[in-house]
């Protein structure tokens, strides 16, 4: 009989340590899900916030009120909402170098500007050789023959890139050095010259002619002359001015959004629209954008 009592006694035991385990479990599973549940609500109220700033932006800059009409300065305008903030910027589209009609020399300024350590002048002649149209390989660059001795499984596209991600399939290219390119590209403004209203420092300093300190001085005269409602002094570009556009007009805009929570996370992402008049706005792009932004070199 006692063996018996024995045997229930441990039987008890043990179904005590197994609902215990249970339980230790289960108040585990509950937290978990209770944080992950947190996590998706910021990340939710997040992406709300960062929407609700930009259709302000839109309609700030397709107002035809002049006094309240946002201008693609690279402002920085500050929304708060209770869990954070949003800071959005707003540039012309036209102020990124087009990688579909920079002529080369601009190309190589911007990989000598952010690639230091790869060679600058054989990537721009990739570049070239990506988007035109024949198999006759720049002096530097890569056609058919190159890229399938170097293990590539295709050739060049020989067309205009889709967008510019499609970098990263480029000879001598990967997604790193895209990722880093990228946020001074466009596919968008079809022209050959970068908009001297909009151009960040970066791309202003990746102009040939055009040193860190030049681009440095040309972008504080460009704001004081904005907030005097007066044309920047052009002439501080010097050489490099031939390859800006000096008029401001544009219905291209990229918004940039960098949307901070209060526990710490910060997001910062990119959408590029075209105003369309009465028929509102087109979202041409949607993308992510590294935190912080890349510093140019001298």
Do not use: C
Not at 97 to 124: K, S, T
Not at 146 to 155: D, F, Q, R, S, T
């Amino acid at each position: 009989m006692r063996p018996q009592r024995g045997f229930a006694l441990l039987l008890v035991i043990w179904a005590l340590v197994l609902l215990l385990s249970l339980a230790t479990g289960f108040g585990y599973a509950v937290r978990h899900e209770l944080r992950f549940g947190s996590d998706l609500s910021d990340s939710v109220k997040a992406e709300a916030a960062s929407l609700a700033a930009l259709h302000q932006a839109i309609l700030a800059l397709g107002t035809t009120d002049d006094e309240t009409r946002w201008q693609p300065d690279s402002a920085a305008r500050v929304f708060t909402w209770p869990q954070g903030t949003v800071t959005v910027k707003v540039i012309s589209e036209n102020g990124r170098i087009d990688i579909n009609g920079a002529p080369v020399e601009l190309l190589r300024g911007l990989f000598e500007q952010l690639l230091p350590d790869h060679d600058a002048a054989a990537l721009a002649d990739a570049v070239l050789d990506w988007r035109d149209r024949d198999d006759n390989p720049q002096p530097f660059g890569a056609e058919e023959s190159e890229y399938l001795a170097a293990g590539y499984a295709y050739a060049p596209m020989n067309q205009p890139f889709g967008s510019t991600s499609e970098l990263s399939q480029v000879f001598g290219f990967d997604r790193e050095t895209t990722e880093i390119v990228q946020p001074y590209l466009t596919v968008y403004s079809r022209r050959p010259r970068i908009n001297a209203y909009s151009a960040d420092l970066v791309t202003l300093a990746a102009v040939p002619g055009i040193t860190l300190a030049m681009a440095e001085a040309f972008v504080a005269d460009r704001e004081a002359a904005a907030a005097n409602e007066e044309k920047p002094d052009f002439s501080i570009l010097g050489n490099g001015k031939r390859y800006v556009d000096t008029t401001s007009s544009s219905n291209l805009f990229a918004i940039d959004m960098t949307t901070t929570i209060t526990n710490g996370g910060k997001l910062r992402r990119q959408v590029v629209v075209a105003l369309q008049g009465r028929n509102g706005f087109l979202v041409l792009d949607h993308r992510p954008m590294p935190t912080p932004p890349t510093e140019p070199q001298d």
